[in-house]
């Protein structure tokens, strides 16, 4: 049995690790979770292409984003694919509680390098947090099928969260970023904790 406290604080500091009740949530509606899935899926691939019209200028960033957005598209429609297969339809987007949550932890005035700062941790929070929610679920799943095809995802996301901080750590001062992540760190968990477990969201 593994440890998840401890594999949650591997998730780069990730504070809580998800209620272990979720995942059988999950489990009821593959129809819900698919598709909140495919939407976290679109969202990263959308606000990626943001941050690339934002900073233009960051060469190194619009290099190292730009096949993200390609690579989370892709994820997008392997979850099209698989809602096809199963006969199940993408619903509807719904209200983000968690995502916006978030985004009302991020600065919205000061130094512009503060914004830009904030801009790269909320990604790498949600996709520290999207690891940690597919790992649960390619654990606990009860089909097979079903565990490994979140183990993909899983794999990919870790690529993901790392990228945005190595991103801010080469634009902006170390400590303050490792300093600033901290706070995003303590805000997610609270903002967790403080929020409904629900099995038709990834978060
Ligand atoms: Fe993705
Ligand atoms: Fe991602």
Same mark, same amino acid.
């Given at each position: 049995m593994e440890n998840n406290a401890e594999d949650v604080k591997n998730i780069l500091g990730l504070q809580l690790?998800?209620?272990?009740? !979720?995942?059988?949530?999950?489990?009821?509606?593959?129809?819900?979770?698919?598709?909140?899935?495919?939407? +976290? $899926?679109?969202?990263?691939?959308?606000? +990626?292409?943001?941050?690339?019209? !934002?900073?233009?200028?960051? $060469?190194?960033?619009?290099? $190292?984003?730009a096949p993200v957005v390609t690579e989370e598209w892709g994820h997008f429609r392997l979850v099209l694919a698989e809602l096809k297969k199963r006969g199940l339809k993408l619903g509807r987007q719904r209200k983000d509680i968690y995502v916006n949550g978030l985004i009302g932890f991020q600065t919205k005035g000061g130094h512009p390098d503060l914004r830009f700062l904030d801009k790269l941790l909320l990604m790498a929070m949600i996709e520290a947090r999207s690891c940690e929610r597919f790992k649960r679920l390619s654990e606990g799943l009860d089909d097979p099928y079903m565990r490994k095809f979140y183990r993909r995802f899983m794999e990919s996301e870790a690529g993901h969260?790392?990228? =945005?901080?190595?991103?801010?750590?080469?634009? #902006?001062?170390?400590? #303050?970023?490792?300093?600033? !992540?901290?706070? !995003? #760190?303590? =805000?997610?968990? $609270? #903002?967790?904790?403080?929020?409904?477990?629900?099995?038709?969201?990834?978060?």
């Open positions: 690790p998800t209620d272990p009740r !979720w995942v059988d949530l999950a489990g009821i509606s593959m129809e819900a979770i698919l598709t909140d899935h495919a939407y +976290c $899926e679109q969202k990263a691939a959308t606000t +990626c292409i943001s941050i690339i019209q !934002w900073y233009p200028e960051k $060469e190194r960033l619009v290099a $190292e984003l969260y790392t990228l =945005f901080i190595d991103l801010a750590e080469h634009y #902006l001062d170390k400590e #303050l970023v490792r300093n600033r !992540w901290k706070e !995003w #760190l303590r =805000f997610e968990a $609270e #903002l967790l904790d403080s929020s409904e477990i629900r099995g038709d969201r990834i978060h």
